[in-house]
């Protein structure tokens, strides 16, 4: 398949070296990268010329000029012919994993069905480029019905409830004719693309985080005073999806514990590695699922001879942890409980998290020294 790749730039000149380098890394060769420079004030659309012209991909970017501004943020099918298949944002603070689009095709060649698309994220810190948070997104229902979580009425900085949509947006090209809009100027564009593009098609989310999300303080999105126009395309595309909700693709919600687990280990520190998932005894089918996601690591189950042991404790009563901490290696190993219990507020949260990690304690104490303990909190919020 023929991927697209848009980026919009505007006032990023810090960032352009860093996206360069990591387009220009990409492991797949039918795509192109369609750029544009949002009408920037600073140096960015100099350094963005310059880096073209010493690209070795450059064959593969195209740099377009906007009628007028965030055209390509809003309406990037403008920028595309035919010729494309999927078309995929990538934004220019943002780092993707280099073989994301391998992912991507592998999956999306056999999802006919399938309109829109994303991937799982590590959110991070970019004053000191440490983790703030990663995504664990579980399409279980439609879009439609989940609406309390997206909505702008949400305090999406504070709330705990809220459900955020995966990055590495893409769509199928020769499905969608239009955007409609009403302010080119507005902002929240990953509701609004989500919305109207499965109002088309059913979304899938690949549980893989194959997108760093970078957290900046002088974010629009992250900033509580928001401008007043920041949502005005929203109704627009929610109701668009009220009219017409082909629901969601659910293809890999069977192994959602399981995918969450390899999903909580650094992004690339998989690669070219052997790979243990400590699970519950796994189908041959959901197997494969999980290993069509990571083709670029030799993954294997339940086996004690691999470089990395990534155990899921949902799974596993303290005897049998204790078995397997006995038989593997202990210097790269990642310890995931998934707390799956309503609560209502943070509080209940965490006391009940730390109520099951305890239950764990003694027996981790025996193999790990303490300070090795990784766990990932996860939750599910009871409207």
């Given at each position: 398949?023929?991927?697209g790749?848009?980026?919009?730039?505007?006032?990023?000149?810090k960032?352009?070296d860093?996206?360069?380098?990591?387009?220009?890394?990409?492991?797949?060769?039918?795509?192109?990268?369609?750029?544009?420079?949002?009408?920037?004030?600073?140096?960015t659309?100099?350094?963005?010329?310059?880096?073209?012209?010493?690209?070795?991909?450059?064959?593969?970017i195209?740099?377009m000029e906007?009628?007028?501004?965030?055209?390509?943020?809003?309406?990037p099918?403008?920028?595309?012919?035919?010729?494309?298949?999927w078309?995929?944002?990538?934004d220019?603070?943002?780092?993707?994993d280099?073989?994301?689009?391998?992912?991507?095709?592998?999956?999306?060649?056999?999802s006919?069905?399938?309109v829109?698309?994303?991937?799982d994220f590590?959110?991070?810190n970019?004053s000191?480029n440490?983790l703030?948070s990663?995504?664990?997104?579980?399409n279980d229902?439609?879009?439609?019905?989940?609406?309390?979580?997206?909505?702008p009425?949400?305090?999406?900085?504070?709330n705990?409830?809220y459900?955020?949509?995966?990055?590495l947006?893409a769509?199928?090209?020769?499905v969608i004719d239009?955007?409609?809009i009403?302010?080119n100027?507005?902002?929240?564009?990953?509701?609004?693309?989500?919305?109207?593009?499965n109002s088309?098609?059913?979304?899938?989310?690949?549980p893989?985080p194959?997108?760093?999300?970078?957290?900046?303080?002088?974010?629009?999105?992250?900033n509580?005073?928001v401008?007043?126009?920041y949502n005005?395309?929203?109704?627009?595309?929610?109701?668009?999806?009220?009219?017409?909700?082909?629901?969601?693709?659910?293809?890999?919600?069977?192994v959602?514990?399981?995918?969450?687990s390899?999903?909580?280990?650094?992004?690339g520190e998989l690669?070219g590695?052997?790979?243990?998932?400590?699970?519950?005894?796994?189908?041959?089918?959901q197997?494969?699922?999980?290993?069509?996601l990571?083709?670029?690591?030799?993954?294997?189950f339940?086996?004690?001879?691999?470089n990395?042991?990534i155990?899921?404790?949902?799974?596993?009563?303290?005897?049998?942890?204790?078995?397997?901490l006995?038989?593997?290696?202990?210097?790269?190993i990642l310890?995931?409980?998934?707390?799956q219990?309503?609560?209502?507020?943070?509080s209940?949260?965490?006391?009940e998290?730390?109520?099951?990690?305890?239950?764990?304690?003694e027996t981790?104490?025996?193999?790990?020294?303490?300070?090795?303990w990784m766990y990932?909190?996860?939750?599910?919020?009871k409207?």
């Amino acid at each position: 398949m023929k991927f697209g790749i848009y980026t919009s730039f505007y006032n990023v000149e810090k960032y352009v070296d860093r996206i360069f380098d990591n387009i220009e890394s990409i492991n797949y060769e039918n795509f192109e990268w369609h750029i544009t420079d949002d009408f920037s004030t600073d140096n960015t659309k100099n350094k963005i010329m310059n880096r073209i012209n010493l690209s070795p991909i450059k064959d593969k970017i195209l740099f377009m000029e906007q009628s007028k501004k965030q055209e390509m943020y809003w309406e990037p099918n403008l920028f595309f012919d035919q010729t494309f298949d999927w078309i995929v944002l990538i934004d220019s603070d943002d780092l993707v994993d280099s073989d994301f689009l391998i992912v991507y095709n592998n999956i999306l060649k056999n999802s006919p069905n399938v309109v829109v698309v994303s991937s799982d994220f590590h959110k991070i810190n970019d004053s000191d480029n440490t983790l703030h948070s990663i995504s664990y997104i579980l399409n279980d229902d439609k879009m439609s019905n989940k609406i309390v979580n997206y909505h702008p009425s949400c305090d999406y900085l504070n709330n705990i409830s809220y459900s955020c949509f995966g990055h590495l947006r893409a769509f199928k090209n020769n499905v969608i004719d239009k955007f409609e809009i009403t302010n080119n100027l507005a902002g929240a564009e990953d509701s609004y693309r989500i919305f109207w593009l499965n109002s088309y098609g059913k979304y899938l989310n690949i549980p893989r985080p194959l997108y760093k999300w970078y957290l900046r303080n002088d974010s629009i999105s992250h900033n509580p005073n928001v401008s007043s126009v920041y949502n005005d395309n929203f109704d627009i595309s929610l109701n668009k999806l009220n009219l017409s909700d082909y629901g969601v693709d659910t293809t890999f919600n069977d192994v959602y514990l399981e995918t969450c687990s390899l999903g909580s280990y650094n992004i690339g520190e998989l690669k070219g590695m052997k790979v243990s998932l400590w699970s519950r005894v796994l189908s041959k089918t959901q197997k494969e699922k999980i290993k069509l996601l990571y083709p670029d690591v030799t993954l294997y189950f339940n086996n004690e001879n691999c470089n990395i042991n990534i155990i899921c404790l949902n799974y596993f009563n303290n005897e049998e942890l204790d078995m397997v901490l006995k038989k593997t290696s202990k210097d790269k190993i990642l310890l995931y409980y998934q707390n799956q219990k309503y609560h209502t507020n943070n509080s209940e949260k965490d006391n009940e998290l730390l109520n099951q990690l305890n239950y764990f304690k003694e027996t981790l104490n025996k193999h790990i020294d303490y300070s090795w303990w990784m766990y990932i909190r996860h939750f599910i919020i009871k409207k």
